[in-house]
């Protein structure tokens, strides 16, 4: 699939390239708007994000897993990147950043990147380096951070764009039923009651209990919000 984030042609030779790419990639803040802290991001908002299927729906697959597998990504990147972090942030959390967990803040530092140009930078940048090789250096560390940052971003939009192409109510019942066998398994068991199946996106609760139908309901309400209804041998949720 095409990268939607990560850039090629940046030459992890060349000082110019790697402070233009860093000087001029997308950023946001890292807390509240008002406190002045802007680091590395990318614009994940679905309807933003050009899947091949439909977003809306990879939007409720995703809720309804609780967000699992794109948290273990998050967690893997952390992991291979001590004193990182990656986080959702936006009012609907629209927006992926990468902070320096010490301090909040931009991964980059000002010193690196803050001027207007590079010239700018070639003219001071004996300020913090003794020789251009230190500034390269440096500037090869941060780039190759922020390149695997959008990977990863690349990565968690790849698996939405799956998600985005699978029949998302039938998924979301079998997540429901999952969660359903997992937490009432004692129950069904001690009872002899198989597991509930799937119907034409309806859940067969004919040889429920009546307290197992509740619990299922329940699980209903925790994965969706939904409107259903049940008779006496089927659960319908409303997509």
């Not at 939405?160 to 009432?184: A, G, M, P, R, T």
């Not at 597991?195 to 197992?212: D, G, Q």
């Not at 509740?214 to 949720?237: A, H, M, P, S, W």
């Amino acid at each position: 699939m095409k990268k939607h984030f990560y850039k090629t042609g940046v030459d992890i030779c060349n000082a110019k390239s790697m402070y233009e790419f860093l000087n001029n990639h997308f950023t946001y803040d890292t807390m509240n708007s008002w406190n002045n802290l802007r680091s590395i991001a990318n614009n994940v908002k679905v309807y933003n994000l050009k899947l091949d299927g439909d977003a809306w729906a990879a939007l409720d697959l995703l809720r309804a897993d609780n967000y699992d597998t794109v948290n273990e990504m998050l967690y893997d990147f952390e992991r291979e990147h001590k004193g990182y972090e990656v986080g959702f942030n936006g009012r609907s959390g629209g927006y992926l950043v990468l902070c320096n967990k010490e301090n909040n803040c931009n991964v980059i530092p000002e010193y690196l990147y803050g001027y207007d140009s590079y010239e700018d930078f070639k003219e001071d940048y004996r300020s913090y380096y003794g020789t251009m090789k230190d500034a390269i250096y440096e500037l090869r560390e941060y780039t190759q951070l922020v390149r695997d940052f959008d990977k990863l971003c690349d990565e968690i939009r790849d698996y939405v764009n799956e998600l985005s192409k699978l029949d998302h109510k039938q998924c979301i019942l079998e997540q429901i039923v999952d969660e359903f066998n997992y937490q009432y398994e004692d129950e069904l068991e001690e009872l002899g009651i198989e597991s509930p199946k799937i119907e034409n996106y309806c859940i067969n609760v004919e040889t429920l209990t009546k307290s197992l139908r509740l619990g299922l309901v329940n699980v209903v309400e925790r994965f969706t919000d939904n409107t259903y209804k049940c008779n006496e041998q089927y659960l319908t949720i409303n997509f």
